[in-house]
């Protein structure tokens, strides 16, 4: 089974573009979940779907937004970069099991760099 | 105060050591991941577990409720151990991350 993939590896924007990151999740995974990650903050959670409906957000501006396709395919979408959203943004698929938990599969990451 | 914590920051070993990662979190946390970050950024997740204790290979994971701690096991540890380790609680339905415990086991 392939595993999580995310596009693109590398970016690098300037300050007041936009940027989308896209992520495949596992075959038959509903869930992704979208976190970023930066020398100063560590991991932080920025939101999560679930067949195409938002379930949960993390504390980001509204710069930051996401969506997920019939596919379970998902974007992330950062507008008006700023400097500090320089980062490795991480997707996470996940399968619920038996019992309730789940197995959670990371994707290699987005490096983003805002000039 | 943060909802998950870990230590130590930083651990150095030698190679065959038996290393032990910390992790505290609060009220709110039905489960703990224990996740492996290697250079470059690749994460596994290692174990999700709500109870008990759970073993893979040269790797065990414990929790304790009641006292809301968690402990991550290395034994043998071998450089390609090498990497930063991330405890996370499960709250609802996001993931609240410690600030990781970077290992380096040095053969």
């Known amino acids: 089974k392939a595993g999580v993939t995310q596009t693109p590896r590398y970016l690098i924007k300037t300050r007041g573009q936009q940027v989308t990151l896209s992520c495949s999740p596992i075959?038959?995974?509903?869930?992704v979940s979208w976190y970023q990650q930066t020398p100063g903050q560590g991991l932080q959670f920025l939101f999560e779907y679930f067949s195409e409906t938002q379930r949960n957000k993390g504390n980001f501006p509204g710069r930051f937004s996401g969506r997920q396709f019939s596919n379970s395919r998902s974007e992330m979408n950062v507008s008006t970069l700023e400097l500090g959203d320089s980062a490795l943004y991480l997707c996470?698929?996940?399968?619920?099991?038996?019992?309730?938990?789940?197995?959670?599969?990371f994707g290699p990451g987005t490096r983003l760099t805002v000039t | 105060k943060n909802e998950v914590e870990q230590s130590p920051q930083n651990l150095t070993a030698q190679e065959g050591e038996f290393i032990t990662i910390n992790c505290s979190y609060s009220v709110g946390i039905s489960a703990l991941h224990w996740l492996q970050q290697h250079p470059g950024g690749g994460i596994v997740s290692l174990f999700m577990?709500?109870?008990g204790k759970k073993k893979h290979g040269r790797l065990i994971a414990t929790i304790n409720i009641q006292e809301k701690h968690s402990s991550l096991h290395i034994t043998a540890s071998h450089p390609r151990d090498s990497a930063v380790y991330i405890c996370a609680g499960h709250n609802t339905d996001k993931l609240i991350f410690g600030t990781g415990t970077r290992l380096q086991v040095f053969p």
């Open positions: 577990l709500s109870s």
């Open positions: 075959s038959g995974h509903r869930s």
């Open positions: 996470a698929s996940s399968l619920v099991l038996a019992g309730g938990s789940y197995e959670q599969y």
